[in-house]
């Protein structure tokens, strides 16, 4: 009998596996170097130049999350009549709390009304006021820099590691003086920072750390949950966020009398007490808030470990894509909450440019984008308050004048302009695994058709 010949294409027909996924699987290491897209076939032609989208007729999974369960609990809410936190000391938010604080590992929790009022709430309870600086990403939502500006403290922008879009901490310690107060990192995309080289900057020089951990919920770092390693740690629970209530946010945190601070400055300067002891805002969660979230809580921790696992997937699956690279993680990251899933892009090596790419793989239905379009260092609100009365007050001119010609910060630069590709991973990411093989399918199918986009 002659021997059955194999070729790539009746592998793939044979099997039903994507071309990219038996790429993947490695079963083709041995067999002659031709192209997947020509496994394959006409399927491969790219959806951008007339032919099929790996994603026809699919939907990615939907965002929020909306059951019966959080349903029910916001009827009840509203036909209880108690719709803000005073009104009842077991009412929806003051049952969140604990429960969330739980959940994290932390001893104690205290809900706000957004992710930008909880990291307001920590400046204010750490004292930190006009003329004093805090050192924080550029690579952020604004609601960062905005907690800082609120205190009339000043953001101080250092620039990144390129592979990891995180605070780089040779950057962070150059730009310590004696006006510094505190670091407040980023756990972008929902990936833990370079924590144990900020958390020794921060025993150094005597500095308090507050974790913008906004994107950033269940993520462990070095046998710890991020927002419980810095002095206090702030989440998001506004409607892109992976636990979400339209708006929201919480505190958490170890230290009871910190804590304390952060509940009083929240509560317009009122401790539990009643007292009147501080100068403080509203920024209370509302029971409505509360609703949303206890109607999901349960299942929280389940979808983050899908998102995370599915990451992992497509991290081993599109980590030897010529020219894409997942983000960088160190050294004793166990997991992460992939509000967005990125990857660093290199144009000269993929063979096309960034935006080339994007316009591909969106064609194929995958959604990626390249995320914050452009440094907080170069957006307007640098020259409108420096030029406020209150800045030139407790800054000298000189202060000013040195902190503006420092917003030079190449690598933030480089990755909001040309390296880095990301797509929302609080929905998508929920998917199944053949979604997953769909992503990891188009990115291959772009990249093997990637001559063919040159003249787009």
Known sequence: ???????????????????????????????????????????????????????YQKTWPKWPHIDDKLVNKVVETTKSGIWSRIQSAKGTVATFEPLFAKLIGSEYCVATGSG????????????????????????TDFGT???????????????LDPDSFQLDPDE?????????????????????????????????????VIEDACQAPFSRYQGKAVGLIGDLGCFSFQASKAIACGEGGAVVGNNQALMEECFT?????????????????????NEFEGAVLL??????KTRFEIRDANAKYLSEKLKDIPGLTPQ?????????????????FDDQTFGIDRSTFLKAIQAEGVPFTSYIREGLHRAPWVDTILKQPVYKRFY???????????????????????????FWGSGVLLGSKDDMNDIVNAVTKVYENRDHLRKV
Not at 265 to 285: D, F, H, L, T, W
Not at 328 to 344: D, F, I, P, R
């Open 265 to 285: 400055v929240q509560n317009r300067g009122a401790s539990r007490a009643g007292k009147n002891e501080r100068i403080g805002p509203k920024y209370r969660m």
């Open 172 to 208: 962070v310690e150059k730009h310590i003086n004696s006006n510094t107060k505190a670091i407040m990192p980023v756990h972008i995309m929902g990936l833990p920072a370079n924590m144990e080289r900020i958390m020794s900057l921060a025993k150094k020089h005597g500095l308090a």
């Open 328 to 344: 960088k993680q160190y050294e004793g990251t166990e997991s992460g909450s992939y509000y967005n899933y990125a990857m660093k």
């Open 396 to 422: 000298s001119e000189q202060r000013l004048r040195t902190y503006r010609d420092e917003l030079v910060l190449p690598n933030c630069d480089e990755i909001t302009d040309r390296t880095l590709v990301a």
């Open 145 to 159: 820099i905005s907690a800082i500006l609120t205190s009339r403290a000043l953001p101080v922008l250092v620039d």
């Open 1 to 55: 009998m002659k021997k059955q010949t194999w070729s790539r294409r009746r592998f793939i027909e044979q099997t039903g596996l994507g071309a990219a996924a038996a790429l993947g699987s490695g079963v083709f290491a041995s067999w002659p170097n031709h192209s997947v897209a020509a496994a394959s076939g006409d399927a491969e032609k790219l959806a951008l130049l007339g032919g099929k989208s790996i994603r």
């Open 295 to 300: 109607g999901q809580l349960d299942d929280a």
């Open 116 to 139: 930008t009022q909880a990291l307001s709430t920590c400046v204010e309870a750490l004292n930190i006021g006009p003329g004093d600086e805090v050192i924080t990403s550029p690579y």
